[in-house]
């Protein structure tokens, strides 16, 4: 059988079993056990995503083919061998996080770049279950992004 986490596995159809994501998050991908299972013999397929691909829950990650519908059992046993070292694939959920930013202000750069810099940044944490909880403008300097730095710290041990 083959180890995975966080995906799963749809009913066979047409000599294939496709899996997908069961939350979004990074999948993972052990390369070489794939290329190896691939190796065996040209009957049996196995296609993924690449590996660290951001994935949606839903998305199809993976898809084993068996071509023509069926193989012989020391096909099976030579993939089975290769899955019994663990996992072969996962999809690791993306964790919420809190997030806090420090924007350094230089001489020349308009607030609206910053501004558009924070709702991009925004935008990434949203997509992956993250919000954005403080911003830190100032100068570009080693005193006050300290400063900055100390200033988040006390919010997060206050749980602001």
Known sequence: SMAFRGIEAKPAATGRVNLHAKAPGIFTVDAAAIDAINAIDPAITIATLAQHAPVEKGQMVATVKIIPF???????DAATEICAAGEIFAVNAY??????????????I????????????????ARTGGRLTAERRTAHEIAPVAEATDSLVREKERGV
């Open 70 to 76: 069926a193989v012989g059992s020391a096909l099976v």
């Open 95 to 108: 964790r919420p996080v809190r997030v806090g930013v420090i924007q350094t202000v230089l001489p020349g």
């Open 110 to 125: 308009k607030p609206s770049v910053l501004d558009k810099t924070l709702r991009v940044t925004e935008a990434r944490l």
